[in-house]
């Protein structure tokens, strides 16, 4: 989901302090300000290490921690608003402290609580704010998917983009989410099948209303790319004395790396900056992941030792191809960085690969200007 979160501004004029407002992408309004009126219970004690004050009220909790925010300080931000709901839990600046929390916790790297809180924040706002609270359930399951709680992502996710109040964009980003946890839960089917629905729900959207979407298109295509990549990552050797399995674990790893492979291809197609590298990034990688399989996977259980030995280095010697192979894909990727729209980011990361894998092959370091008389490309 493309959310920008904005810290709200504390404007304490005749005893109005607006609450926080939520923008999200391609939209730079904000929301009307609700404002909060009235005196609020002040809190007296010995001087207060954290505000500087021997009296203080909510007012004063709220002001402090939206200026921890400001400043970067996520942490003193973060207990201030605990303190102010710990508090004052009947104050009506309750409600802006709960979504500043979460984003708090967001900003720490606290993945899991920030989801927690941001629902918490729903909770409150959904009867008054469907929108807002549709947005914030999409962007709390898609913390817990990124920290891989499929559980706990699979509710919010699901009620969001059932809730008739999400963009198209940010609907079919949420039901992408959906179908990869299905396929890492195991019914790989179905999470395919929903990706193929969701292309075609795109394709159709663009015939019918001439609206192009290229993020979303990229966005599916990578998701796709992915699910088939958790596939493969996930085929199991059950027997590594049976030769007829064991081709058969070879031939549908290699299978799904390889529709992987086609749809990063398709992804980079599109040219997104957004999807272009993390799509580029693991196309990359594809042939490393697929050797590391092969390296992981049992050894034969009737081999000696010295015999167990020789096969693990042979192994490693056939294996060598799939980093030569990596290397080319690095090299086009770097070179046709430009044309591909890759970020900044993307394309140190893709360096950085290309140095490793050069290492490992014990090769002269890259220029990034591809092979020679070649431009790499597949």
């Not at 629905?197 to 796709?224: C, G, K, Q, Y």
């Not at 590594?240 to 390889?258: K, N, Q, Y």
């Not at 999807?275 to 042939?287: C, D, E, F, V």
């Not at 092979?371 to 490309?377: A, E």
């Amino acid at each position: 989901m493309r959310l920008l979160f904005l810290v709200p501004a504390l404007l304490l004029v005749a005893g109005c302090v607006p609450r926080s407002s939520l923008r999200t992408s391609g939209d730079a309004s904000a929301r009307p300000a609700r404002t909060v009126r009235g005196v609020e219970t002040r809190i007296q004690s010995d001087l207060d290490p954290m505000l500087g004050l021997d009296v203080y009220d909510a007012q004063d909790l709220y002001e402090f921690g939206v200026q921890a925010l400001e400043d970067g300080n996520f942490t003193l931000g973060r207990v201030a608003f605990v303190r102010l709901l710990e508090e004052f839990p009947a104050s009506q600046l309750s409600v802006g402290a709960r979504f500043n929390l979460a984003l708090s916790a967001e900003r720490q790297g606290q993945f899991a609580d920030a989801a927690d809180f941001y629902l918490e924040y729903v909770a409150v706002v959904r009867s008054s704010e469907p929108e807002e609270a549709a947005e914030l359930e999409l962007h709390a399951g898609m913390l817990r998917w990124r920290i891989r709680d499929l559980p706990g992502a699979v509710v919010p996710l699901h009620r969001a983009v059932h809730s008739g109040s999400l963009s198209l964009s940010d609907q079919w980003h949420g039901r992408a989410i959906l179908a990869r946890i299905a396929g890492l839960s195991g019914d790989w089917k179905a999470g395919e099948a929903a990706l193929d629905t969701l292309r075609r729900n795109i394709r159709r959207h663009t015939r019918t209303t001439r609206e192009i979407d290229p993020w979303s298109s990229a966005m599916v295509w990578f998701h796709a790319a992915e699910l088939y990549r958790d596939r493969a990552l996930a085929q199991r050797l059950l027997d590594v004395d049976d030769l007829s399995a064991a081709r058969r674990w070879l031939d549908d790893t290699a299978g799904w790396f390889l529709e992987s492979r086609r749809c990063h291809k398709r992804v980079l197609e599109h040219r997104h900056p957004e999807w272009s590298g993390p799509a580029a990034l693991a196309l990359g990688r594809i042939n490393e992941d697929f050797r590391d399989a092969m390296l992981t996977a049992d050894t034969p259980t009737e081999l000696s030792i010295d015999a167990t030995m020789t096969y693990l280095r042979l192994l490693d010697e056939q294996t060598r191809a799939f980093l030569e192979k990596a290397v080319l894909d690095y090299r086009w990727l770097i070179m046709d960085s430009t044309d591909l729209r890759l970020q900044e980011d993307a394309l140190v990361q893709l360096r950085e690969a290309l140095r490793r894998v050069e290492a490992q092959l014990e090769l002269p370091k890259s220029t990034a200007a591809g092979p020679d008389g070649n431009d790499g490309k597949p």
